[in-house]
């Protein structure tokens, strides 16, 4: 056997090919820069594998859950009953798409989608919106109904994630469209929608049969019905301020601050809840009332410039009662305009207090004069801005008797004007305050004169105007109809677009606005010294009411420019006119009515008839006064 040599060579040559190896990893190592990046790298590809995995995951749910499944497939029919229990069956039926049924009317259409059962569009045919595009109020999934509920294998289900069966026969001229959510042939839960001819209102029904062994009715089922409001107008402030939530509780209206970022309340006893636009609503209504209810009502205009397609977001959570195991609720739903001619026809349900028509005095004045009068007006005249502005002629007229009254009223203090003064030179100083003021109430009984009679008439003006204040905002007959400038009375009328924004004001000036305020200046002007013929002198101590009167005759007419320049064109029209007409009727009673001379001669008359016995009212005052006096008198003697 031949024995083995150490071989120098060969071990030169190992200790080169290591230093070589050793050389070449050293040089080529990657950097701190190259380790990050690969570390990332990997990072990255751990997660678009788990992103990966992810969407496999839910493709295999969703084609369990979304597409029809053959009940054969015992693979695709396992995975949906995994995911929904009994409720598997309804997957796997042809309906099982995101396909919709339309039902419509001559005024409105309806789409209601398999997913979810409920209704995905509605266009109402006769409106537009401000920029004459197709008006829905349901659309691109702004709004949600939706049932959620426990089953009786422990799953928490939710209508809106399960496919209904949609079935659409007649019933006479009704349309009517059963959704049903089935877990066996003759076991489900159903939708179902009625439609009448030439109507906004639909009936409306949620009922289950034979569903006591798939839903869990010892817990709560849960009705939830959500909406974002779209802005339908043209100014988004001006229409956020009259979009809220209303509701009638027990018979009992009620309503949520408009102007609130966030408002909830809890209710019982529910008859209706709308969702409200300023000239269009959405409204659901109990057949029996709603034992609870919880309401939430968000406002989406934080920036006026930006927020622009949404002004609030409505949400109503309603628990349901089962009977007997099974569910029974017949409902109505509205989709339609918030016009008081047509929701006045339901009767009974009171939804007329969803137009916005003020409360109390005012509500009672819109409806039982305002209304009418303007409905009769418009009968047979077409053009809207003459019926305002011939309805501000008939309430000018109607309230000419206050005007003149008022004016009446001053013509005789301007009479006794120099003998208060008199009595305010002969009985000077604070200290004869009391004496003064006693001395010019007796001389004011003894002509027969009441100070207080000016103020009445302009009280009695002050229901008419809020009520007006109310009516034009809420009445959608003259939306989107033009008047002279203005191409739509319902909104601003913009004669001129400014390159920036004034605060307070707006970045456009309307000019219906501008006339008004000019009114109210020659207005005031006008009654300036009617004003202050009402007044008595100015006595000492006393604020001098005819400076406050100046203040106040140049800040009315530039807070009225301010504060219309974004309402709406009708309301701005109605003041112009009628502080022109009032200007005009005081000019015919100053000068063709009212005689000085008369009044002074009657005044003087009265001053030599015997006094009137007091009244009781009348009788403590003066006695109050004389105590005080007394007691003034008293303290000055004995400083």
């Given at each position: 056997?031949?024995?083995k040599?150490?071989?120098l060579?060969?071990?030169?040559?190992?200790?080169l090919?290591?230093?070589?190896?050793?050389y070449?990893?050293y040089?080529?190592?990657?950097?701190q820069e190259?380790?990050a990046?690969?570390k990332?790298e990997?990072?990255?590809?751990?997660?678009?594998?788990s992103n990966?995995l992810?969407?496999?995951?839910?493709?295999?749910f969703e084609?369990?859950?979304?597409?029809?499944i053959n009940?054969s497939?015992s693979?695709?029919?396992?995975?949906?009953?995994?995911s929904?229990?009994?409720?598997?069956?309804s997957a796997?039926?042809a309906s099982?798409t995101?396909?919709v049924?339309?039902?419509e009317?001559e005024?409105?259409?309806i789409?209601?989608s398999?997913?979810?059962?409920?209704v995905t569009?509605?266009l109402l045919?006769?409106?537009q919106?401000y920029n004459?595009?197709p008006?829905?109020i349901?659309?691109?999934?702004?709004?949600?109904?939706?049932?959620s509920?426990?089953?009786?294998?422990?799953r928490n289900?939710?209508?809106k994630?399960?496919y209904?069966?949609?079935s659409l026969s007649?019933?006479?001229?009704n349309?009517?469209?059963?959704?049903?959510?089935k877990?066996a042939a003759?076991?489900?839960?159903?939708?179902r929608?009625e439609?009448?001819?030439?109507?906004?209102?639909?009936?409306?029904a949620?009922r289950t049969?034979?569903?006591d062994?798939?839903?869990?009715?010892s817990?709560?089922?849960?009705?939830e019905?959500?909406m974002k409001?779209f802005?339908?107008?043209k100014?988004?402030?001006y229409e956020?301020?009259y979009?809220?939530l209303?509701?009638l509780?027990?018979?009992?209206?009620?309503y949520m601050?408009?102007?609130s970022?966030?408002?909830?309340?809890d209710v019982?006893?529910?008859?209706w809840?709308?969702?409200?636009?300023?000239?269009?609503?959405?409204?659901?209504?109990?057949e029996d009332k709603?034992?609870?209810a919880?309401?939430?009502?968000?406002?989406l205009?934080?920036d006026?410039?930006?927020?622009?397609?949404?002004?609030?977001?409505?949400?109503?959570y309603i628990p349901l009662q089962?009977k007997n195991?099974?569910?029974s609720?017949?409902?109505?739903?509205y989709?339609?305009?918030v016009?008081?001619a047509v929701?006045?026809k339901?009767?009974g349900k009171?939804?007329?207090r969803?137009v916005s028509?003020?409360?109390?005095?005012?509500?009672?004045?819109?409806?039982?004069?305002?209304i009418p009068v303007f409905?009769f007006?418009?009968?047979f005249?077409?053009?809207?801005?003459i019926?305002?502005?011939l309805?501000?002629?008939?309430?000018?007229i109607?309230?000419?008797p206050?005007?003149?009254?008022?004016?009446?009223?001053?013509?005789?203090?301007?009479?006794?004007?120099?003998?208060?003064?008199?009595i305010?030179e002969?009985?000077k100083g604070?200290e004869n305050?009391?004496?003064?003021?006693?001395?010019t109430?007796?001389?004011?009984?003894?002509?027969?004169v009441?100070?207080?009679?000016?103020?009445?008439?302009?009280?009695i003006q002050?229901p008419?105007f809020?009520?007006?204040?109310r009516?034009f905002p809420a009445?959608?007959d003259i939306r989107?109809?033009g008047f002279?400038?203005?191409d739509d009375?319902?909104a601003?009328?913009e004669v001129?677009q400014?390159?920036f924004?004034?605060p307070?004001?707006?970045?456009?000036?309307?000019l219906?606005?501008?006339l008004?305020?000019?009114a109210?200046?020659f207005y005031?002007?006008m009654?300036?010294?009617q004003?202050m013929?009402?007044?008595?002198?100015q006595q000492?101590g006393?604020?001098?009411?005819?400076?406050?009167?100046k203040?106040m005759m140049?800040?009315s007419?530039i807070?009225?420019?301010?504060?219309?320049?974004?309402?709406?064109?009708?309301l701005s029209?109605y003041?112009?006119?009628?502080n022109l007409?009032t200007?005009?009727?005081?000019l015919?009673i100053k000068h063709f009515?009212i005689?000085?001379d008369?009044?002074?001669?009657?005044?003087?008359e009265n001053?030599?008839r015997?006094?009137?016995k007091?009244?009781?009212?009348?009788?403590?005052?003066?006695?109050?006064?004389?105590?005080a006096q007394?007691?003034q008198e008293r303290q000055?003697?004995g400083k």
């Amino acid at each position: 056997m031949e024995e083995k040599k150490f071989d120098l060579n060969s071990l030169i040559g190992f200790v080169l090919l290591g230093a070589i190896m050793i050389y070449y990893f050293y040089t080529n190592q990657p950097t701190q820069e190259d380790l990050a990046k690969q570390k990332m790298e990997q990072v990255q590809d751990s997660i678009n594998k788990s992103n990966a995995l992810k969407k496999s995951e839910e493709a295999s749910f969703e084609k369990a859950d979304q597409e029809p499944i053959n009940p054969s497939d015992s693979v695709a029919f396992a995975q949906a009953q995994n995911s929904l229990g009994v409720f598997a069956y309804s997957a796997g039926l042809a309906s099982a798409t995101n396909e919709v049924t339309v039902i419509e009317n001559e005024l409105v259409k309806i789409s209601v989608s398999n997913k979810g059962g409920q209704v995905t569009e509605v266009l109402l045919k006769n409106y537009q919106t401000y920029n004459k595009l197709p008006l829905y109020i349901i659309k691109d999934q702004n709004a949600l109904l939706n049932l959620s509920f426990a089953t009786q294998d422990n799953r928490n289900l939710q209508t809106k994630e399960l496919y209904f069966e949609p079935s659409l026969s007649k019933n006479g001229d009704n349309q009517v469209l059963s959704m049903k959510l089935k877990v066996a042939a003759d076991r489900y839960l159903e939708y179902r929608y009625e439609l009448k001819p030439d109507d906004y209102m639909l009936d409306f029904a949620i009922r289950t049969q034979g569903m006591d062994r798939a839903i869990n009715t010892s817990q709560d089922i849960n009705l939830e019905w959500q909406m974002k409001s779209f802005r339908t107008e043209k100014s988004v402030k001006y229409e956020n301020q009259y979009t809220d939530l209303r509701y009638l509780e027990n018979g009992s209206f009620e309503y949520m601050n408009a102007m609130s970022d966030e408002d909830e309340e809890d209710v019982s006893n529910l008859n209706w809840v709308a969702f409200k636009q300023q000239f269009f609503t959405s409204v659901l209504l109990a057949e029996d009332k709603f034992e609870s209810a919880k309401l939430i009502s968000r406002n989406l205009v934080v920036d006026e410039d930006i927020d622009t397609v949404y002004t609030k977001k409505y949400e109503a959570y309603i628990p349901l009662q089962a009977k007997n195991g099974e569910l029974s609720y017949n409902m109505n739903m509205y989709y339609g305009p918030v016009d008081y001619a047509v929701l006045s026809k339901y009767e009974g349900k009171q939804l007329d207090r969803i137009v916005s028509l003020g409360w109390g005095i005012f509500r009672w004045i819109n409806k039982f004069v305002f209304i009418p009068v303007f409905s009769f007006l418009s009968s047979f005249i077409g053009n809207f801005g003459i019926v305002i502005i011939l309805m501000t002629i008939v309430v000018r007229i109607i309230m000419s008797p206050v005007v003149y009254k008022s004016y009446l009223s001053s013509a005789k203090m301007k009479v006794l004007r120099p003998e208060m003064q008199e009595i305010n030179e002969k009985l000077k100083g604070k200290e004869n305050a009391m004496k003064r003021q006693q001395e010019t109430m007796a001389i004011q009984r003894k002509a027969g004169v009441n100070p207080l009679s000016g103020c009445i008439p302009a009280l009695i003006q002050m229901p008419v105007f809020f009520a007006l204040f109310r009516f034009f905002p809420a009445n959608i007959d003259i939306r989107q109809n033009g008047f002279l400038w203005a191409d739509d009375l319902s909104a601003y009328d913009e004669v001129l677009q400014l390159p920036f924004k004034i605060p307070f004001y707006g970045d456009h000036v309307s000019l219906f606005p501008i006339l008004a305020s000019v009114a109210i200046f020659f207005y005031m002007q006008m009654t300036q010294s009617q004003q202050m013929n009402m007044q008595q002198p100015q006595q000492e101590g006393m604020p001098d009411m005819q400076k406050m009167m100046k203040m106040m005759m140049w800040f009315s007419p530039i807070m009225m420019m301010f504060f219309f320049n974004s309402y709406a064109s009708s309301l701005s029209l109605y003041y112009f006119v009628s502080n022109l007409l009032t200007i005009v009727i005081m000019l015919v009673i100053k000068h063709f009515i009212i005689d000085e001379d008369k009044i002074h001669a009657q005044i003087q008359e009265n001053k030599k008839r015997p006094a009137k016995k007091k009244s009781a009212f009348r009788q403590r005052l003066d006695d109050a006064m004389k105590q005080a006096q007394e007691q003034q008198e008293r303290q000055k003697k004995g400083k």
